[in-house]
Structure formats: C-alpha cells, structure tokens
C-alpha cells in the first residue's frame, strides 16, 4: 500500500517563501507521475504542479507558473515544491498526489486520474 505524507507547510508573509514535501512510502515512483494540487476554503480542488519521474518534465497551473518549481528525489522517493513571492490567494491546503505509471500530458491536471492522495498540509499566507 503506497502512503504519501507532505509536510513543509505553515503560515508565511506575502512575498515570502516555502518549501513542501511529499514523501512516498510503499513502492518506487520510477516512472509514475506525481502532482501537487490544493483546496482553499470554500473552492474546488485546483492543480498547481506535476513532475514525470522518468525524465523530469514538469507542468504548471498558470497561476504559479514562475513562482513555484516542482522537483524530486529518486534516491529519497521525495516530491518537493519550492513556492516563492506568495501571494494571499496561494493560501490553501495542499495536497500530493501519485500515479504508478505516466500520466499524458494533458490529463495531469485531472484529480481523477491519480490513484495515491497525501493527507494535506496547511499553507497560509498572510501578514
């Protein structure tokens, strides 16, 4: 059974920065495709970021695109999301998500299609 666990979340100033984790436990994620996606209050799910495991392409929501950078660590089986100039509207719980096999491109944006969910960690921008 695959467990995903984020962590890295918090309260930070507008403009600031912060960097979440996703680590996965259970099995590789050699060639999967693992997404970040958050929740505000009172909103529906959004994408923010994928990354293929095999070969490293990456996708971003154009809310983010520029401020926010997808990466991970084989060795560590570890999603991370490097989120800097953070704005009030980036405040949300976000979540981690995995599928064992690649995703095609224009499905990564898709909730439905990954099969491993994180709990969600907290992050709130405000001064």
């Known amino acids: 059974q695959v467990q995903l666990t984020e962590s890295g979340g918090g309260l930070v100033q507008p403009g600031g920065s912060l960097r979440l984790s996703c680590a996965a436990s259970g099995r590789a994620f050699s060639r999967g495709t693992t997404a970040w996606f958050r929740q505000a209050s009172a909103k529906e799910r959004e994408f923010v970021a994928s990354?293929?495991?095999?070969?490293?392409?990456?996708y971003y929501s154009n809310s983010v695109k520029g401020r926010f950078t997808v990466s991970r660590d084989k060795a560590k089986n570890t999603m991370y999301l490097e989120m800097n100039s953070l704005k009030a509207e980036d405040t949300a719980v976000y979540y981690c998500?995995?599928?064992?096999?690649?995703?095609?491109?224009?499905?990564?944006?898709?909730?439905?299609?990954?099969?491993?969910w994180g709990q969600g960690t907290q992050v709130t921008v405000s001064s």
């Open positions: 998500a995995a599928h064992g096999s690649s995703v095609i491109v224009s499905a990564v944006a898709n909730g439905g299609m990954y099969h491993y």
């Open positions: 990354i293929r495991w095999s070969g490293g392409d990456t």
